[in-house]
């Protein structure tokens, strides 16, 4: 189901020029991605690591106290939209509109909902009602930009539209679910709260540090050959992320079997399921970074769009190997988080976002958005290293 979705959000991608879809592109991988690494607070982590060591009620509180911090924390960013100058919102010649940039930091703040039942689902091994939630927002967003694209005409602001109805439906639903569930039934008090925050507080500069990757492209990219740039990157992107695929389908069924594993102890069975599921989606990975170009190039309804620009087809494979490093490394995570070392993976993330921001610097001057496409491969291709090589030595 989601490499379908996928597929029609590669078609209405190319219902938009290229400017168009740079400033899409920019809402979605910039201003979401921030809202979303700050808003959530990482509960679909914490979900994951302490289900299988915790009594229900106690989580509940827990989660409840976070929830609501989300929600404060995505009012006070909305706020701040309204009272930061005008210029803080152009980007090179282009203005963001600021109503935009607010309707996706409140859509991002619901999708904290929506991510915790997910979680909650994927860890009872509920895998149906796991994928109903990823499945809803992806699987509507494409219906709900036909409709308004017949009422807007063919413009960004349909897939804008997409973009925050169907975040806000599906977390408005989850939080109702939830409820109805018992998880937020708990009154959550500032002492259960600490436990949650100092897992959190160092998963939110890792998650930040991964929406840098994209973003620290997309913005190099716009701002040295312009948003049309940035647009020819993201149309790159969108095809790569194909390999996400492989990455979402082997954490959903690796994360609930390794995290239920090392909470009995059995630390031997979740380093085979480790070690075996990581040669899997290796395997998985190596035949889409072949294949994506061919789809590229064979395409009929592609072939036009991607044959605009070379270099679109030169950072297809380079982007989907680096993808499939990053889906790898997220894997070998597992261990240090179910063991509290969340700190570790904080510093291995911010220091991979460094060496990509050092390399765009390098080489999209020179090499456009090929340069992009080789700086988020150098800096997934680091974290994975450094993400086995302290596991290796922590085990």
Do not use: C
Not at 100 to 111: D, E, K, P, R, W
Not at 118 to 138: C, G, K, L, N, Y
Not at 212 to 236: F, H, I, K, P, T
């Amino acid at each position: 189901m989601g490499g379908l979705v996928h597929l029609a959000h590669l078609l209405w991608t190319h219902l938009l020029d290229q400017a168009d879809y740079g400033r899409f592109a920019i809402l979605e991988g910039v201003v979401f991605g921030f809202a979303a690494a700050t808003v959530t607070l990482a509960p679909q982590q914490y979900v994951l690591v302490y289900v299988h060591k915790k009594p229900r009620s106690e989580l509940a509180g827990e989660l409840g106290g976070v929830l609501g911090l989300a929600f404060v924390a995505g009012g006070l960013a909305t706020l701040a939209i309204l009272v930061l100058p005008d210029s803080f919102f152009v980007l090179g010649v282009e203005a963001i509109p600021r109503w935009a940039i607010a309707g996706v930091i409140v859509a991002a703040t619901f999708a904290t909902g929506r991510m915790m039942a997910q979680s909650i689902h994927e860890t009872q091994s509920q895998p149906t009602r796991a994928a109903m939630w990823s499945d809803f927002v992806d699987g509507t967003r494409p219906f709900i930009a036909i409709t308004l694209f017949f009422l807007l005409g063919w413009t960004w602001e349909a897939r804008w539209g997409g973009l925050v109805l169907a975040q806000l439906g599906a977390g408005l639903a989850a939080v109702w679910i939830l409820s109805r569930q018992g998880w937020l039934g708990r009154p959550p008090s500032l002492a259960s709260l600490g436990e949650p925050l100092r897992f959190s507080l160092p998963m939110i500069l890792a998650a930040l540090a991964y929406v840098g990757y994209q973003s620290a492209d997309r913005l190099y990219v716009a701002l040295w050959g312009g948003v049309a740039a940035a647009g020819r990157y993201e149309a790159s992107y969108r095809l790569a992320l194909l390999v996400n695929t492989v990455n979402l389908v082997t954490l959903k069924s690796f994360t609930p079997l390794f995290y239920s594993a090392y909470g009995r102890g059995d630390h031997e069975e979740a380093a085979r399921l480790l070690r075996r599921t990581s040669l899997q989606a290796g395997a998985w990975i190596a035949l889409l970074v072949v294949l994506l170009p061919l789809v590229a190039v064979y395409t009929p309804l592609l072939e036009e769009s991607y044959r605009t620009s070379s270099s679109i087809l030169v950072s297809i494979p380079i982007l989907a190997a680096g993808l499939g490093l990053l889906g790898i490394s997220f894997l070998w995570q597992a261990p240090l988080l179910a063991s509290g070392k969340t700190k570790t993976v904080s510093a291995i993330a911010l220091t991979s976002a460094l060496l990509n921001l050092a390399a765009d610097a390098l080489l999209i001057p020179r090499m456009g958005e090929v340069g992009a496409a080789w700086g988020t491969f150098i800096a997934f291709g680091f974290m994975l290293s450094m993400t086995m090589l302290v596991g290796w030595r922590r085990r």
